[in-house]
Every structure is written in structure tokens, then in C-alpha cells.
Nanobody, 121 residues
Framework: QLQLVESGGGLVHPGGSLRLSCAASEQPFNNYDMGWFREAPGKEREFVAGIMWNGRLTYYGHSVKGRFTISRDNAKNTLYLEMNDLKAEDTAVYYC??????????????WGPGTQVTVSS
């Protein structure tokens, strides 16, 4: 059964950086395009970034473009999100999920536990 486990969140000052990870149990991991999503208090879950199954193409939500970088290591069944120049509005619980490349919607109803990112001075 598929399991997605996000990690790497924490408390960071504005302008700081974090690297999130998503460990996937699904085999073969490299069959699937993957994405990051986030949910802030009182807001709907939103798309953050997506990556093609082979890692060659990526795309981003407008609010994070130029600051966040999505990547993956298929040998480790792991998805990453490098976040730089963090802002208070990036505060949210971050999740990973399967996507179809080019879409901003998750493919699975299942969600992992997420990892909390808090940006505050």
C-alpha cells in the first residue's frame, strides 16, 4: 500500500531556507510524476511545484517561482523541495502527491501526514 511521508519542516526566519523530503513506498517510483502542495490555516490546499517522472521538467506555482526548487532521486524513492527566501506567507503544512505532469491537481485522494513549515521572526 502506498505511503508518502513528508519531513524536513520547521521554524525558520524570513529569508531563511529549508529542504523538504517526501519518502514514497510506491514501486516503481519513477513511473509517476510528483508534486508538492501546501495548506495554510483557513485556506484551501494549493499546488506548489511539479516534476516529471524522470526529473527533466519542472513547473511551479506563481507565488514560489524563483524561490523554490523541486527535484527527485528515483533511486531513493524520494522527492525534494528546496525552499529559499522564505516568507511568512509560505507558512503551511506541506504535502507531496502524485500528479499528472502539467496539472496542478493531485491524483490521489490519499495524503501523507505532511510537514509543518513556519516562517516567523
Amino acid at each position: 500500500q502506498l505511503q508518502l511521508v513528508e519531513s524536513g519542516g520547521g521554524l525558520v526566519h524570513p529569508g531563511g531556507s529549508l529542504r523538504l523530503s517526501c519518502a514514497a513506498s510506491e514501486q516503481p517510483f519513477n513511473n509517476y510524476d510528483m508534486g508538492w502542495f501546501r495548506e495554510a490555516p483557513g485556506k484551501e490546499r494549493e499546488f506548489v511545484a511539479g516534476i516529471m517522472w524522470n526529473g527533466r521538467l519542472t513547473y511551479y506555482g506563481h507565488s514560489v517561482k524563483g524561490r523554490f526548487t523541486i527535484s527527485r532521486d528515483n533511486a531513493k524513492n524520494t522527492l525534494y523541495l528546496e525552499m529559499n527566501d522564505l516568507k511568512a506567507e509560505d507558512t503551511a503544512v506541506y504535502y507531496c502527491n502524485r500528479i499528472q505532469y502539467g496539472s496542478t491537481r493531485s491524483q490521489l485522494a490519499y495524503w501523507g501526514p505532511g510537514t509543518q513549515v513556519t516562517v516567523s521572526s
